[in-house]
T-cell receptor, first 112, second 115 residues
Framework: GEDVEQSLFLSVREGDSSVINCTYTDSSSTYLYWYKQEPGAGLQLLTYIFSNMDMKQDQRLTVLLNKKDKHLSLRIADTQTGDSAIYFCAERFSGGYQKVTFGTGTKLQVIP | SAVISQKPSRDICQRGTSLTIQCQVDSQVTMMFWYRQQPGQSLTLIATANQGSEATYESGFVIDKFPISRPNLTFSTLTVSNMSPEDSSIYLC????????????FGPGTRLTVL
């Protein structure tokens, strides 16, 4: 089945690290994504990871993938007020038209 | 990264009318995807459009309601037909990146309000 779950809300203080978690159900995923959506804006591709990797780091962002538990996380180091947004986890399936299925989104609130 | 533009960026429409949304990509792509994001919700795939063939629709979406055209490798349209207030959403076009495997980019979206 295609099901991607995220917690709805996360609040952190400016300068702290944020960790946004995601669980998915389909073990045949090829790629897993993190997107950022600011109010009234489109979707920005933040980072993505191939399913045979377990970690990817890109500046302040660290993605961890636990395939056994079907768990994906996004860590944002030194969180800034500009990081306040909704973060969507998504997975791409290997079959058919390789569609991308999105999680419910986590609203990150950064407190100054 | 692929640069995707959509027209219109937003519109307010009357019930029963239709709106055609355009998506233009700056590079040739095999597949183009249309998503819907209802207010406060996540994204749901409507259909996948290949050039030269009929679009493939996801469960719950039908061609009569959401006809799609894909005349070439850089352009697609999505029509929202016989609109009702429940169609009020953001409609987003998406493509796979051409430079790096796995990349998936989205257009800025079309914000539709149906009165």
């Amino acid at each position: 089945g295609e099901d991607v779950e995220q917690s709805l809300f996360l609040s952190v203080r400016e300068g702290d690290s944020s960790v946004i978690n995601c669980t998915y159900t389909d073990s045949s995923s090829t790629y897993l994504y993190w997107y950022k959506q600011e109010p009234g804006a489109g979707l920005q591709l933040l980072t993505y990871i191939f399913s045979n990797m377990d970690m990817k780091q890109d500046q302040r962002l660290t993605v961890l993938l636990n395939k056994k538990d079907k768990h994906l996380s996004l860590r944002i180091a030194d969180t800034q007020t500009g990081d306040s947004a909704i973060y969507f986890c998504a997975e791409r399936f290997s079959g058919g038209y390789q569609k991308v299925t999105f999680g419910t989104g986590t609203k990150l609130q950064v407190i100054p | 990264s692929a640069v995707i533009s959509q027209k219109p960026s937003r519109d307010i429409c009357q019930r029963g009318t239709s709106l055609t949304i355009q998506c233009q990509v700056d590079s040739q792509v095999t597949m183009m995807f249309w998503y819907r994001q209802q207010p406060g919700q996540s994204l749901t795939l409507i259909a996948t459009a290949n050039q030269g063939s009929e679009a493939t629709y996801e469960s719950g979406f039908v061609i009569d309601k959401f006809p799609i055209s894909r005349p070439n490798l850089t352009f697609s349209t999505l029509t929202v037909s016989n609109m009702s207030p429940e169609d009020s959403s953001i409609y987003l076009c998406s493509v796979e990146g051409t430079a790096n495997a796995g990349e998936q980019f989205f257009g800025p979206g079309t914000r539709l309000t149906v009165l």
